[in-house]
């Protein structure tokens, strides 16, 4: 306090237009930027904010849903038996194998 030797007696009111989060009681400036007549800043506890996102959300969520189920019961119906014949494989094999040697300079395995 300047009277009893200090320079300067204040204190900061946080300024809340970007966003924060309050855990203790404080004193803050809201609405103090140019779009808030338009665009107001909403104050309000956690747990009301989760809430509201989650009704506003459930729609959505329950249409995801739908089309998952959708898509399961589609692949659900189809012979997913995939058969591969030891050409392939030894093919496969052998690409892998001399990929593998251009990149280390040695191979996986010899033939």
């Known amino acids: 306090?300047?009277?009893?030797?200090?320079?300067?007696?204040?204190?900061?009111?946080?300024?809340?237009?970007?966003?924060g989060v309050i855990d203790s009681p404080t004193l803050a400036m809201m609405g103090e930027y140019n779009g808030a007549r338009s665009n107001p800043e909403i104050v309000a506890p956690q747990s009301m904010i989760r809430e509201i996102v989650s009704e506003e959300n459930g729609e959505m969520v329950s249409a995801l849903y739908q089309i998952a189920n959708q898509i399961i019961t589609?692949?659900?119906?189809?012979?997913?038996?995939?058969?591969?014949?030891?050409?392939?494989?030894?093919?496969?094999a052998n690409r892998g194998n001399n990929n593998y040697?251009?990149?280390?300079?040695k191979p996986l395995f010899s033939m």
């Open 1 to 19: 306090m300047p009277e009893i030797g200090g320079r300067h007696f204040g204190f900061s009111v946080p300024y809340l237009a970007s966003g």
């Open 74 to 92: 589609a692949i659900d119906g189809v012979d997913l038996n995939v058969s591969i014949g030891d050409d392939t494989i030894a093919n496969a």
């Open 101 to 105: 040697k251009k990149r280390t300079g």
